[in-house]
């Protein structure tokens, strides 16, 4: 979770600013680790996604995580003040080498080359009207679209999206009623698990494997989602339909 809050100007610690001269990243430096010409920026989105996208906004990534600032905010007023894309990404870089410790973002979330293809992906777009284009398009594929799910012999399988991105890959799902388990498999490596709202089914949250519950369902029509805070919010949330 990178450290940055909405505010009218972007304050860097004199850590920061050490590690983002250390790394050779703000403008000027002829080292260029963390260069947007020497990164893979459809590899910085899908990391970005997968390893970022659950605690931050960023909109052209499509991620709407609320634990952690909102990126397109917090770099406003650098691009009102005309940092260009160097300077917010030795902001990202140092911040992913140097996480403040008093924040929930882990250390080496992202480490090497992949660190300086995140930064370079996040410097592209933050804070940018419009969509990505091309290749940046189809990077990271969309969740929430798929056919729904249809209980088989008693088992409802419904997937968190494998990518990070807070959503389930069915967004609808169909049941009989009676003895249900509830399955959520989780490849993303982000914590998840799926509740069916006004029912006692609650999975256990997990990072990576298959999440399961059991219980007995009326016919009727229920709501599904991760019990995570701000999983729900940000999307991570679909429809059943028991008959």
């Known amino acids: 979770m990178i450290d940055l809050r909405p505010r009218r100007h972007v304050r860097l610690s004199l850590s920061l600013l050490l590690a983002v001269a250390a790394a050779g990243l703000v403008a000027g430096c002829t080292n260029n680790s963390g260069s947007e010409q020497s990164s893979n920026l459809v590899k910085g989105k899908q990391l970005f996604v997968q390893k970022c996208g659950s605690c ?32 917010v990404r030795g902001v990202v870089y140092g911040q992913i080498l140097y996480p403040n410790p008093n924040t929930a973002m882990p250390a080496n979330l992202v480490t090497g080359k992949d660190a300086a293809d995140v930064a370079a992906y996040v410097s592209t777009v933050a804070s940018k009207p419009g969509k990505d284009v091309g290749l940046l398009a189809s990077a990271v594929a ?17 997937a968190a999206d494998p990518n990070g991105q807070l959503l389930y890959v069915e967004t609808t799902a169909q049941a009989t009623a009676g003895p249900l388990e509830v399955q959520m498999p989780n490849q993303s490596g982000v914590d998840h698990n ?38 729900r919010q940000a999307g991570m949330v679909g429809k059943l339909k028991v008959r």
């Open 56 to 87: 931050h906004i960023l909109a052209r990534a499509g991620s709407k995580g609320v634990t952690g600032p909102n990126l397109d905010a917090a770099f406003a007023a650098a691009r009102q003040e005309n940092w260009g894309d160097d300077g």
């Open 142 to 158: 969309p969740a929430g679209g798929g056919k729904p799910a249809i209980e088989k012999g008693g088992i409802l399988s419904i």
């Open 194 to 231: 799926i509740v069916i709202e006004g029912t006692p089914i609650k999975s256990p949250i997990i990072k990576k494997g298959v999440s399961k519950a059991k219980g007995t369902l009326k016919p009727g029509s229920f709501v599904y989602y991760c019990s995570v805070p701000g999983h």
